[in-house]
């Protein structure tokens, strides 16, 4: 009965490429053309209907069709994947050519790069080992967005988990030239977070309006607006607290925070005014 269906469908649709095709070429009454062009194309309609499946019997139980494939080909669908690493921005999704260019400039060994409709990413590398490189060198950021990565397993579920902790870039400024080290940012960042590294023009002293660093954020905390540095060496024979205003390049969606009792609501990236506008650089 299958057989007989796939007939009929290959069939009907060669049917449908030779009528369209002799409305094209009727005027131009170029035979050859046309009769070259219909072998051509029922030769790659035929191969490509020409399936490799076959029919596995389901069962029946209380009512409901019951599939149980076997181990194998559980296994040998697994093992396609195993190289692959599943993941979703915290934001507002990339577009896919931006994140495709991204990965394969930055990963090593990128094989594919698909997207579903849910907005989960999922990026097959050559190796597993390349996909391991990448998920333990994260976190990864992409325009200021963190985007979670996990490798695929079976049986996974896809479906985006509440995030309490989340790298995010932060800018300090007014911040004196004695703390431009690793030690002296370390310090000074992890009144904001958990410091986890800086950007290249930070760490080359580039720029000095404000230091650039990228810290794990805990949203059960308070993410203060700016901090106070107090230097051990006394000025005058006094303390000589300086203070360094914070800037958040980017907090998720709808992300209510409190800053020193003050709730303030971050909508789709828009800022206070006091704040910089998004950086929009792959970081």
């Given at each position: 009965?299958?057989?007989?269906?796939?007939?009929?469908?290959?069939?009907?649709?060669?049917?449908?490429?030779?009528?369209?095709?002799?409305?094209?070429?009727?005027?131009?009454?170029?035979?050859?053309?046309?009769?070259?062009?219909?072998?051509?194309?029922?030769?790659?309609?035929?191969?490509?209907?020409?399936?490799?499946?076959?029919?596995?019997?389901?069962?029946?139980?209380?009512?409901?069709?019951?599939?149980?494939?076997?181990?194998?080909?559980?296994?040998?669908?697994?093992?396609?994947?195993?190289?692959?690493?599943?993941?979703?921005?915290?934001?507002?999704?990339?577009?896919?050519?931006?994140?495709?260019?991204?990965?394969?400039?930055?990963?090593?060994?990128?094989?594919?790069?698909?997207?579903?409709?849910?907005?989960?990413?999922?990026?097959?590398?050559?190796?597993?080992?390349?996909?391991?490189?990448v998920i333990e060198g994260g976190p990864w950021l992409f325009q200021g967005q963190p985007i979670v990565l996990q490798p695929w397993e079976q049986g996974m579920s896809l479906r985006r988990q509440k995030h309490t902790q989340i790298p995010v870039w932060i800018r300090l400024r007014h911040l004196p030239m004695e703390y431009w080290t690793d030690e002296g940012l370390s310090t000074v960042a992890s009144g904001v977070g958990t410091p986890l590294y800086t950007d290249g023009i930070t760490k080359d002293c580039s720029r000095l309006d404000f230091a650039r660093v990228c810290v794990m954020l805990d949203f059960n905390s308070t993410l203060p607006k700016h901090l106070v540095v107090i230097s051990p060496v006394l000025r005058n024979g006094k303390e000589d607290p300086k203070r360094i205003d914070v800037e958040y390049e980017w907090l998720p969606q709808r992300q209510k925070l409190l800053f020193f009792g003050t709730c303030i609501s971050y909508l789709s990236g828009e800022r206070e005014k006091e704040c910089s506008p998004a950086v929009n650089d792959i970081c």
């Amino acid at each position: 009965m299958a057989a007989m269906h796939e007939d009929a469908w290959e069939e009907e649709g060669l049917e449908c490429v030779e009528r369209e095709f002799s409305a094209i070429t009727s005027r131009s009454g170029n035979v050859k053309l046309q009769t070259e062009y219909v072998d051509t194309i029922a030769g790659a309609f035929h191969q490509s209907s020409r399936k490799t499946l076959h029919y596995v019997p389901p069962t029946r139980q209380n009512g409901e069709i019951i599939i149980r494939p076997t181990k194998e080909v559980v296994d040998s669908g697994s093992n396609k994947w195993r190289s692959t690493a599943v993941g979703y921005f915290l934001g507002k999704r990339p577009y896919f050519p931006q994140v495709d260019s991204f990965v394969r400039s930055n990963w090593k060994g990128i094989q594919h790069v698909s997207v579903s409709s849910s907005g989960f990413f999922f990026f097959r590398f050559f190796r597993r080992l390349d996909m391991e490189d990448v998920i333990e060198g994260g976190p990864w950021l992409f325009q200021g967005q963190p985007i979670v990565l996990q490798p695929w397993e079976q049986g996974m579920s896809l479906r985006r988990q509440k995030h309490t902790q989340i790298p995010v870039w932060i800018r300090l400024r007014h911040l004196p030239m004695e703390y431009w080290t690793d030690e002296g940012l370390s310090t000074v960042a992890s009144g904001v977070g958990t410091p986890l590294y800086t950007d290249g023009i930070t760490k080359d002293c580039s720029r000095l309006d404000f230091a650039r660093v990228c810290v794990m954020l805990d949203f059960n905390s308070t993410l203060p607006k700016h901090l106070v540095v107090i230097s051990p060496v006394l000025r005058n024979g006094k303390e000589d607290p300086k203070r360094i205003d914070v800037e958040y390049e980017w907090l998720p969606q709808r992300q209510k925070l409190l800053f020193f009792g003050t709730c303030i609501s971050y909508l789709s990236g828009e800022r206070e005014k006091e704040c910089s506008p998004a950086v929009n650089d792959i970081c």
